[in-house]
């Protein structure tokens, strides 16, 4: 009797733990899930303008203490990226980005892009078509994003250098650049 007793107790412990769908998310669960949608929307925004030009849309999402690390310096302001935006926009105007990959959590944002098109001979780039890749790297706080860097395939940034080189046209120090 205890045997049967127990089975059927079992059965119907197992059904009353099967009828729960698991799918139910916590309060905090969705406060982060909903962090990281206003972070990855954030990142579009700013990258979307990079390649359209329009950069009408970055005061919404860049906070105003916005720091970009660039391997010139730290560059401070939401003006500062919107000049940024414009003479890339000029320098390289028929640019397409594709994102390779992507991750985030509530205080960054990973971006794996791919950027091509053709070079004006600008921002000390060789003039003529380019295909390279990069990690865009993004801080947000409170939906906002406050911090960026850029992190180039290096073998891509040889190719450019080679060209520079071939060119005569070595524009850039590279003893120079921070690690």
């Known amino acids: 009797?205890?045997?049967?007793?127990?089975a059927i107790s079992a059965v119907l412990l197992w059904f009353c733990f099967s009828c729960n769908s698991g799918t139910t998310a916590s309060s905090s669960e969705k406060e982060t899930n909903s962090q990281v949608q206003k972070n990855l929307?954030?990142?579009?925004v700013v990258s979307k303008a990079f390649e359209t030009g329009d950069a009408s849309g970055v005061d919404s999402v860049i906070a105003d203490d916005f720091v970009d690390h660039?391997?010139?310096?730290?560059?401070?302001g939401k003006d500062s990226l919107k000049a940024m935006i414009?003479?890339?926009?000029?320098?390289?105007?028929?640019?397409?980005?594709?994102?390779?990959?992507?991750?985030?959590?509530n205080d960054?944002?990973?971006t794996w892009m791919r950027f091509t098109g053709t070079s004006n001979g600008a921002m000390g780039m060789p003039p003529g078509p380019y295909d390279m890749q990069a990690i865009e790297a993004v801080k947000c706080r409170d939906g906002k994003i406050?911090?960026?860097?850029?992190?180039?395939?290096?073998?891509?940034?040889?190719?450019?250098?080679?060209?520079?080189?071939s060119m005569g046209k070595n524009?850039?120090?590279?003893?120079k650049m921070k690690k």
């Open 41 to 44: 929307d954030a990142s579009h």
């Open 146 to 165: 406050t911090e960026h860097w850029e992190f180039m395939d290096m073998r891509d940034f040889g190719k450019m250098m080679q060209q520079m080189q």
């Open 108 to 110: 960054y944002v990973f």
């Open 70 to 76: 660039t391997d010139h310096g730290d560059v401070k």
């Open 1 to 6: 009797m205890k045997k049967i007793l127990f």
């Open 171 to 175: 524009k850039m120090d590279t003893t």
């Open 86 to 105: 414009n003479m890339v926009h000029t320098s390289f105007t028929d640019m397409k980005q594709e994102t390779i990959k992507e991750i985030a959590d």
